[in-house]
């Protein structure tokens, strides 16, 4: 009998308001290092109407203009139109940072102190981290969830080229895919909601996003007659953004890594610094995951490794393939403990984190974007070589 089933997975853009909370921090965190690599950054952001709230704790070098950093922030994602409430020039910023608590900082410094028991760098925190990556894509990504960033991007790219003159910053997008036996065959319906301005039709909305974005960037053979098109289903989308809804930072775990398909630890990515495993440890988790696919290991991959505050080694390490293994799943966790360390300070070393990158992760996905160290698979020969 046919496996069939229907996968869902949603993106947002860049003037969600949560994403909107992601990009600030994440701009605080790419300014910081940008003059002090050693820069120890837990930036958090809140946005609602035309307030800004920083808070959280940082313990850098660096001389920052945070009221100008904010600023430019909201002025790349596009709210600089005389009616947003919420713009660029003319929000109020309240900034609550404080310094590093010196009892993290004494987990995490490389050095000896009183109860530490290693000298080592250690994790800023404990906590599971989770990597995936599968083959249905050429991103070895999930399709459900690029299928929803791809939306998402070509509708800021629309709405940054100035064609659209209707198109507004908040939007989000949702695919559902239908799996056959495992692969995807089909995409089931898609949902769009997009901030728009007052004058435009919901018809004018609805046809324009079909033709120039789903059919644009989601293939022709997913898409069939019994495809269902939910293009601002509620009819009408003026108010948006903070104005709208207020925004937190780390509030969009599942868009940020794989849609709801592979497990997530948990912790939030963007103003964090390296040191917070959260973030390192989850882009080496995918990493890891990405590599194990690309030696032709498995055609679905998924590590699960979890810390200890303060303590340089993983409690453990786990690696599961979810039948598709070409070896049994103990050997292929062997086989990644011998090629990666997982040491916090390794993985930043690894994968190069202390420097200005994060910016780029904040939208459509930390995973999937070739540019970036941790989908880089120049370990799969390595892997394959251990299993011998």
């Not at 605080?28 to 950054?41: F, G, I, K």
């Not at 946005?47 to 850098?60: C, D, F, H, P, R």
């Not at 404990?126 to 070509?154: D, S």
């Not at 696919?293 to 409690?315: N, R, S």
Request: net charge positive.
């Amino acid at each position: 009998m046919a496996n069939s089933f229907v996968f869902s997975s949603e993106s947002v853009g860049e003037g969600h308001p949560d994403k909107v909370a992601d990009l600030i921090s994440d701009s605080v965190l790419d300014a910081c290092l940008a003059q002090d690599r050693l820069s120890r950054v837990a930036c958090e952001t809140m946005v609602k109407s035309n307030m800004v709230i920083l808070a959280g704790e940082i313990t850098t070098r660096a001389k920052l203009n945070y009221e100008a950093i904010v600023r430019a922030a909201i002025r790349d994602i596009g709210y600089v139109n005389n009616d947003d409430v919420f713009h660029a020039d003319q929000v109020f910023i309240n900034n609550y940072l404080t310094r590093q608590s010196p009892d993290i900082a004494q987990g995490v410094d490389a050095k000896k102190a009183k109860g530490k028991k290693t000298a080592e760098q250690g994790a800023g925190d404990q906590g599971i981290m989770f990597g995936y990556a599968c083959n249905e894509t050429p991103e070895l990504m999930p399709t459900p969830i690029m299928f929803a960033h791809r939306l998402g991007r070509q509708l800021t790219k629309l709405r940054k080229s100035g064609k659209v003159s209707w198109l507004r910053p908040d939007a989000k997008s949702q695919v559902s895919v239908r799996y056959e036996n495992d692969q995807p065959v089909e995409v089931v319906n898609v949902v769009i909601s997009t901030q728009h301005t007052a004058d435009v039709a919901h018809a004018t909305i609805e046809q324009y996003l079909i033709e120039h974005v789903v059919k644009k960037v989601i293939p022709a053979r997913m898409l069939n007659r019994k495809t269902e098109y939910l293009i601002n289903p509620t009819g009408r989308f003026v108010v948006g953004g903070p104005q709208g809804d207020s925004g937190l930072t780390g509030r969009k775990i599942i868009v940020d890594t794989y849609g709801g398909w592979g497990r997530h630890g948990g912790g939030a990515f963007s103003g964090k610094d390296p040191s917070k495993v959260d973030r390192s440890a989850a882009y080496m988790g995918r990493w890891v995951a990405k590599n194990i696919v690309a030696a032709g290991l498995a055609t679905h991959a998924e590590i699960q490794f979890a810390y200890a505050i303060g303590h340089p080694h993983p409690v453990s390490v786990r690696v599961e393939t979810f039948g598709t293994g070409v070896i049994a799943d103990d050997r292929i966790t062997a086989a990644v403990n011998q090629v990666f360390s997982f040491k916090p300070a390794d993985i930043v070393q690894q994968l190069n984190l202390l420097r200005p990158l994060y910016r780029q992760t904040t939208n459509y996905g930390h995973f999937g974007k070739t540019d970036l160290p941790w989908e880089k698979t120049t370990r799969a020969a390595a892997l394959r070589a251990a299993v011998r």
